[in-house]
């Protein structure tokens, strides 16, 4: 009884006053990297540098997309790629928005159950390792469309510096190759002997990717197709099949990437432009904010017990609108407007209350009659014309499905597990699907990634994104959060501590050793389940915030490798 009355003393205190974390005035305000003109911020350095020397050279943030998302591909195999796929969003210096959809897609031979056994159970890893897992990749597609469309230099240009880098290496840091020691035994497994990345590889080292420079050198004489339709093309399809994957040339030759619309809406003096599916992230993103918009944040303090019940309320009920809804739109529909609308949204918290959660259980997706007709990267560019690109880019697990191309130097995506293997059962990163986000023939499969770009009073504000499967969402809505209601500096809005609820399962996700005990105790007194376990890192932020005077600053997140570079 006396333990009882002491929580809900904290309770009661917690709850009546403005609680902030321990983070102060100056930590709020420490910037990052500030820059007068552009800037590239990505999880490698030498990414970062590469896409700055592009600009350099005239190059705008097109060229410099192009250049950085190899040059990661490159530096940063975890999850930097030409086997998988990923999405932009830009916002060009005249204030026109658009995003690119070049997320994998299932191959022709693909089908429904797939990944189950006769007895309908889900086979275990089929979907996450090794050949089966692999979706037909859209990299290359993505970043020649981008740059053909928009772009400013010619391919070879913006490509060599980075076919210089892969020949001449790059210094593998301690993060890396504790990393590369952790996944040696699964990549021996998988491909039958050991890679290039192994756990023989100590931090200091270089590492010389000759066959990766051969097929950038190919890609950067015969362009695009050389990945679909030529050599490359055929290098890589007899090496899946071999492997026993289904992917075909056919597959290859019939991939394109989409210009989408992006998804985007209002929240107070904002506009913020985000993915729209395959990617769930601007929906979801939107439907979390219209949530949380009536509440006081700014009053409640930042990471407050108040604040974080109210995140949480609101990304239960997105996750569980995600799950139903939500999947690629060239095969089902999504109700998007009702999704957003605030009618819809009032509906959904109306149950909201700060005495007690909301139990997922109780919580489905909401009811809309009729409709209207382990491994990512993200970098964000603000180039010297004014044009911003926001780009997150995957293989999905941390190197893909570990299947290492040796002759063409990547690793292949494993992307077919963020589809819906069977309704109900949870994906890798523990998410629910159903029927909008089954297999199919062709079909893209439903991603978190949300490369989101930020106006206030109409200007270019922000532009964020992340890694981090499901939580991706949640960290870009936290970093926007901190800044906008907290004044968070970009640096600190990007390393503040984070946490996460995804609907299912029903508990708090939070950032180990990053939040107070206190805090922790109140929310499990009035009910929330909080684990503190589970993931270690809730996402890798890399972000550039335009500030008052018109300079740049960059947040690069502490989590990573991960650099601002400007000039
Ligand atoms: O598209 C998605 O949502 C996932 N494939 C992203 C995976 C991811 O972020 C892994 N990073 N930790």
Redesign the pocket.
């Known amino acids: 009884m006396k333990n009882q009355i002491i929580i809900l003393l904290f309770f009661f205190c917690l709850v009546g006053c403005k609680q902030e974390t321990s983070i102060n005035k100056t930590q709020k305000e420490n910037k990052g990297t500030i820059a007068q003109k552009a800037m590239v911020v990505s999880a490698r350095k030498e990414a970062s540098e590469i896409g700055v020397k592009i600009l350099k050279l005239g190059g705008n943030a097109f060229d410099a997309m192009m250049a950085t998302e190899m040059a990661l591909a490159v530096t940063y195999p975890y999850?930097g790629n030409l086997g998988g796929g990923g999405f932009l969003v830009y916002r060009l210096a005249d204030g026109t928005k658009g995003a690119l959809d070049y997320?994998e897609k299932a191959p022709l031979a693909a089908y429904k159950d797939m990944y189950l056994d006769e007895e309908g159970n889900v086979i275990k890893n089929l979907s996450t390792v090794g050949s089966m897992a692999v979706g037909v990749p859209g990299t290359i597609a993505g970043i020649f469309e981008a740059q053909r469309r928009f772009g400013k230099l010619d391919v070879k240009t913006v490509l060599q510096p980075v076919i210089e880098l892969a020949q001449n290496g790059f210094v593998v840091t301690n993060k890396q190759a504790k990393r590369f020691s952790e996944y040696d035994s699964i990549f021996s497994a998988v491909n039958k002997k050991q890679i290039l990345f192994n756990k023989t590889i100590k931090a200091g080292d270089t590492i010389k990717n000759l066959a990766l420079a051969n097929t950038l050198q190919r890609i950067s004489e015969h362009g695009r197709d050389e990945f679909y339709k030529g050599e490359t093309a055929k290098m890589l399809v007899s090496f899946l099949e071999a492997k026993g994957s289904s992917i075909t040339l056919e597959d290859l030759e019939k991939y394109e990437a989409k210009w989408r619309n992006p998804v985007s809406f209002e929240y107070d003096d904002l506009t913020i432009t985000s993915m729209s599916p395959p990617?769930s992230g601007g929906i979801c993103l939107g439907q979390i904010m219209k949530m949380i918009e009536p509440f006081d944040l700014n009053d409640y303090g930042h990471n407050s017990l108040k604040t974080i019940q109210v995140l949480v309320e609101a990304e239960k009920r997105a996750y569980a609108d995600r799950s139903y809804y939500l999947g690629d739109p060239d095969f089902v529909d999504i109700p998007t407007k009702t999704l957003l609308s605030d009618v819809y949204l009032e509906g959904r918290m109306a149950n909201f209350s700060f005495k007690e959660p909301t139990p997922s259980d109780t919580l489905s997706h909401g009811y809309i009659v009729g409709y209207e007709s382990?491994?990512?990267t993200h970098y964000s560019i603000v180039d010297q014309f004014g044009n911003a690109i926001a780009v997150?880019t995957?293989l999905?697990?941390?190197y893909g499905s570990k299947l290492y191309a040796e002759e063409l130097g990547f690793f292949l995506n494993n992307?077919m597990d963020?589809f819906s293997s069977k309704p109900g059962v949870p994906n890798y990163?523990g998410l629910i699907g159903a029927e909008a986000n089954s297999i199919a023939p062709e079909k893209r499969?439903?991603?978190?990634?949300t490369p989101t770009i930020v106006e206030k009073e109409g200007e270019l504000y922000m532009t964020l994104g992340t890694?981090?499967?499901?939580t991706?969402i949640t960290s870009v809505l936290q970093t926007i959060i901190n800044v906008h209601e907290f004044g968070f500096s970009m640096q600190s809005a990007v390393d503040a501590p984070r946490f996460h609820h995804q609907w299912l399962p029903d508990e708090i996700r939070m950032e180990p050793n990053s939040f107070n005990i206190d805090l922790i105790k109140a929310l499990e007194a009035l009910g929330y389940s909080i684990n503190l376990k589970r993931s270690p890192?809730i996402g890798k932020v890399d972000a550039i915030l335009v500030l008052d005077d018109g300079t740049l600053e960059g947040g690069a997140d502490h989590r990573g490798d991960d650099t601002a570079v400007g000039f």
């Open positions: 999850a997320r990617s382990d491994e990512t997150t995957t999905n697990g941390a992307e963020d990163y499969m439903l991603s978190a990634m890694p981090g499967g499901s991706i890192v």
